[in-house]
């Protein structure tokens, strides 16, 4: 019976590790394969705005 509840832990304990890994795993492609696109905002060297923030390098 201990035996049983040894491999049942060992078991619960593999399968925990797996579903974290393949979380974090998902979570690196998504992040590896997504192009945020161009937000609006303040180019510089053009008259500034009243509020809001330019970008200081802007790839856009």
């Known amino acids: 019976m201990a035996l049983i509840r040894h491999w049942r832990t060992i078991l619960l304990v593999a399968a925990g590790c797996a579903l974290l890994l393949g979380a ?23 008259k500034p705005a009243t509020t809001g923030y330019t970008a200081a390098k802007s790839a856009c």
């Not at 998902?26 to 510089?44: D, G």
């Open 24 to 46: 974090n795993l998902h979570l690196i492609m998504v992040a590896l394969e997504s192009q945020p696109a161009c937000v609006p905002h303040q180019k510089p060297g053009v």
